[in-house]
């Protein structure tokens, strides 16, 4: 294992929307056939996140062979409830994946400091994807609901094991730059040539990708150390109660 | 790869076909369009001098009004109040400068500028760029003059009265100028709306038409790339190419208002979240914009299969014509070519035909097919609709392998295969041993009476099973079955046509006898429904044999009693055999023979199978081979 804290949880649903951009505009969403990096991290996050820590996505692997089924959908407009619109979402059917990741600190927030405490924030991680993360895990969009569980990644059987050489999925988004992690006041996207050979994606760490666009000013959201309760006090406070 | 990439490397490939007109089958006029261009319908041809001097015009007459004209972003996409003019060829609003002596009202833009201004420094600036051709600046010094409607009048195409252009021709007017002028009959609304066309005469070669001139075409291409000036990244292909906003619609049909990629909703949270803007969204390149676009019309146009708005369509990115998945087994034979030599179409044409002969065309024309194509090229296949006119959906795109696919397309017709004998081509009737197409399965599932929406819906669910080798759904097997099971209800050519179709898809569904590639009666099966269909048809082709011995003309009662048969088998089983006797008495001798066939069926069951419960499509095939059988035997016999 390269990372110390390296981890791999397999997460699958009924279905998953990775929303490709060009038809995110207009409404008449489309899936990308691949998830983003972003839409994976989202996933570790909803499983266990602390502002002191950053996750990268090491890879990810498609279990079950890319299918697509699309929807006719009734959206309500948001600024007007008494009115509904028509259109066609397309998701992916049944995605099974298996996601390698881990974290490291976020530099950008030394104020944090205190919080790095690798072993502490790796067993939670580990109890967390047991439980099937602690918030609400979707596939891309919030109506995905997808399941976390523990797995040894590689190991389960796939549907592109035996799969002859690479599948390009042309130019994608890989992921959103925000201020919190990047330390610049701007919102970024990041975009990426993809390819998977025998199901597996390997994602490269964000600072790597080289198409960045960048998209709007933005500031990166506080946290005062004070808003988190570290763990050595939290215990302090449990043996209390006991006695 | 994703779809606007595909279809642009599509356009990149077949950059030959580009400006060339095509015709289809059906005779309709396709063309793969150049980028910054459009098809507009001219009323007026204005032909020139080099040196800038009228020389003549004319009357485009309707069947020769489609023109191929240069156009801008946002020329393009100009509606109703908006002005924009194209470049060369435009309306007379835009191209006569003395459009307000003949009463007419220029249009303005935001900067006060009128249209035939903005039209004449759209041109300058082309004619003074390094892309300039000398026909088009012919154009422009013409142009200046501002005496084109003079011109027109003089040329007797415009007419006019009191120095106002009329509008809109009367039976009054004909008294003064005699008859109707042709351009009334060509126009939609009043004179001074024409659309008007240039050529320049030139020395020697004569006239030479301004559209779809290659030439001018790319010079115009690589001037106004050239200008476009908002770079930005290109999220298909990843490099820093000039954006564009608009992207075209008409993608189905030339009124079809529905794009694929909009974004006029700013109010809603269609895109909103951490975006503010559209634009934040993504960022599309002009030039990938207008080829995917034109690639896809031109594909759609060429070889889409269409319902009720619904765009099925297939294609290869070099050699675009490849089988489609609705098709039939039958469709993918070249019947003019089989029928021109004699021999095969003898093979399709003899009831006798086996499916080892029509396997073997069937596999040849696969053939033709894939050797066109490279080795691993990509098959890519797209399913398109609007839910709304503004919007259209993506409802399935798949690129595969063409080695894949086309193992893919060859499994679905060699195992959802049964001898079918409705089709007819070239007013032949030929029997085809194979898949039905998905549409034919579809109106067999719901009847030919079922609205397109559900036909095209259910079309759509089965594309998957013969692409991704999905299982057929089983709400459709049912229907199939109990519409098969029903004879009573639909006219006789009907029912076969419905019973040969869900014969194909029962055999592909419960994978029956997987290997062999015949519907030949199997004594050995044992299956309880296959059994009991086998006894059914033996009914039937008994009591049918007596009747037609006593020249009656009806149903028999194992047609009657079918559907309540494969509900109670065993209970049907005895009124139908009650009711049997007496054809069977008719029948003397040979009635023996079918009591024997039937003894014989029945000590085929295992006991334990031979109950009530209701039967499987599986009776469907047991029906069809043992009649099949029967019906041969009796043919041999009355041969001899």
Redesign the interface.
Known sequence: MKYKNQISFRVEGEYALFT???????????T?QVPTYQALKGITESIYWKPSIVYYIDEVRVIK?I??E?K?MRPM????SSAS??????YLKKPVYEVKVHFEFNQHRPDLKGDWNEDKHYQILKRSIKAGGRRDIFLGTRECQGYVEPVEFGVAKGDYDAYE?EL??????HG?SYPDETGRDE?A?R???PIMEKGIIQFPRPEACT?V?P??TMQAKTFELSEIEPVDQLFESLEQEVE | MSWLNDLYETYRENADQVGKVQRTSAGKEIVLLPIAHAYQNAQIEVTIMPEGEFYSASVVPKEDAQTMIPVTIESAGRAGSTSAPHLIHDNLVYVAGDFEHYGGVYKKNKAGKNSYQMYLENLQAWCESDYSQPVVKSVLSYLKKGKLIEDLIQAKVMVEKNHQLIPKWSKELEAEFGEKPALFSVVVGEQATSFVRFAVQEPGTGKRPLWGDSEIIDSFVAYYTNELTNEGLDYVTGKMLPLTENHPSKVRYGGDMAKIISGNDSVNFTYKGRFTDKNQVASISYEVSQKGHNALKWLIGKQAFILDGRVFLTWGKKETNVPNPEESSADFLDFDAIFAKDEEAEVLLNPDTTHQQFSELFKKALNGYSVKLAYHEPIYIMILDAATPGRMGILYYRSIEKEQYFARIEDWHQTCFWRHTYGSKNKQRYTFWGAPSLRDIAEAAYGSRASDTLIKNTIHELFPCVVDGKRIPINLVRNLLQRASNPVSMEKWEWEKTLSIACAVMKKHFNFKKEEKNVALDKNQKDRSYLFGRMLAVADVLEERALYKAGINRSTNAIRYMNAFSNHPLKTWRIIQENLIPYQARLRGKGSYYQKLLDEIGDSFEFEDYTDKALDGKYLLGYYSQRADLKKKTEEKTEE
């Open positions: 490709d951009p060009l038809t995110k505009m207009g409404g008449e969403k489309m990308y062979s299918q697509m699309s006719g407009k948001y600024n007007d619109d028509l259109a066609y979402y397309t050489g390009h999925f042309g130019t994608m988004v959103l919102l996207v975009l990426w040539h198409l666009r998209l709007r």
